[in-house]
């Protein structure tokens, strides 16, 4: 059964930092493009980062270009989002999802368009305030 399970969110002050997991099962990761999201209370789900299968491509929203980073680790079947200099707007719930690429292109680029993604985790809560 494949599975996306989120883990790391937490209560952090302004400026601080927090690693996100997604770890999956049930299916190899090496064909997959994983992608975060976050849905703030009132808000739609945005797309805030995404990495392609191969991790040739990573791709941010402007609002945290600079201070997150996403990277992968097939072989540990996990996806990170390494999370700095936290800010109150960053407040939301996270999500980590996955689409199979089936181009066959290492250089293929991911999307960060909820529509194009199958599989969803539960969520995990960052909160950033003081």
């Known amino acids: 059964q494949l599975q996306l399970v989120e883990s790391g969110g937490g209560l952090v002050q302004p400026g601080g930092s927090l690693r996100l997991s997604c770890a999956v099962s049930?299916?190899?990761?090496?064909?997959?493009?994983i992608g975060w999201f976050r849905q703030a209370p009132g808000k739609e789900r945005e797309g805030v980062s995404c990495?392609?299968?191969?991790?040739?491509?990573?791709r941010y929203a402007d609002s945290v270009k600079g201070r997150f980073t996403i990277s992968r680790d097939n072989a540990r079947k996990t996806v990170y989002l390494q999370m700095d200099n936290l800010k109150p707007e960053d407040t939301a719930i996270y999500y980590c999802?996955?689409?199979?690429?089936?181009?066959?292109?290492?250089?293929?680029?991911?999307?960060?368009?909820?529509?194009?993604?199958?599989?969803w985790g539960q969520g995990t809560q960052v909160t950033v305030s003081s």
């Open positions: 999802a996955a689409y199979r690429d089936y181009s066959g292109n290492d250089f293929s680029i991911c999307s960060q368009e909820t529509y194009e993604y199958d599989f």
């Open positions: 049930g299916f190899t990761l090496d064909y997959y493009h």
């Open positions: 990495i392609s299968r191969s991790g040739f491509s990573t």
